[in-house]
C-alpha cells in the first residue's frame, strides 16, 4: 500500500489539481508510459486538458521525485513512480517492451570507478536486446 495521491501532494506542497491527480492515476496504470498514452488517459478523464498542461504536470513531478523520467536512446521519454530503488530497465529492440529489472545486491553502478566528487544517488542503466517472444518470431523466420 502506497500513500494516497492527495498526501503525497500534500507533502510536497503541490496545489491538487483535477488534471495533476489524473497524470498520476494514468503513470501508476501504465507503467512506463509516454506523454502521448498519459495524454489518451488524461483525455478521457478530462476531455478539455491541453497537452501542454501533461507536459508541465509531469514536469513538476518529475522535479518533485514523485515521478520517474526514463529516457532510452531514440524513444520518447517515459514515465512511472518513483520509488527510489534504481531499478533498470530492459527494453526490446522489436517489440520496445519494457520490464523492470532489480539493480544487483548493493547496487554496483551507483559506485563508479571515480566519483569526481559526486554524490550519486541515481543510475539510469537500459539494457537492450530482443524479448523471448521476439526471438522466437526471428527464428521461425530464419527457418522458412
Ligand atoms: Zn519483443
Ligand atoms: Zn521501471
Ligand atoms: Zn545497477
Redesign the pocket.
Known amino acids: 500500500m502506497h500513500r494516497s495521491y492527495d498526501e503525497i501532494l500534500k507533502e510536497h506542497k503541490l496545489s491538487l489539481t483535477s488534471v495533476r491527480l489524473s497524470v498520476l492515476r494514468a503513470v501508476e496504470k501504465h507503467a512506463h508510459a509516454d506523454v502521448n498514452a498519459i495524454y489518451a488517459y488524461v483525455t478521457k478523464e478530462i476531455s478539455t486538458a491541453s497537452k501542454q498542461a501533461i507536459y508541465n504536470n509531469l514536469h513538476t513531478l518529475v522535479e518533485h521525485g514523485i515521478v520517474r523520467e526514463i529516457n532510452p536512446t531514440g524513444s520518447a521519454a517515459l514515465y512511472e513512480f518513483e520509488c527510489h530503488d534504481n531499478h533498470h530497465h530492459l527494453i526490446?529492440?522489436?517489440?520496445?517492451?519494457i520490464v523492470d529489472v532489480d539493480c544487483k545486491e548493493n547496487r554496483p553502478c551507483l559506485s563508479p570507478e571515480s566519483n569526481h566528487g559526486f554524490v550519486i544517488d541515481e543510475a539510469e542503466v537500459t539494457f537492450w536486446g530482443?524479448?523471448?517472444?521476439?526471438q522466437n518470431t526471428t527464428k521461425g523466420n530464419q527457418d522458412e
Open positions: 526490446c529492440r522489436s517489440c520496445e517492451q530482443l524479448c523471448p517472444n521476439c
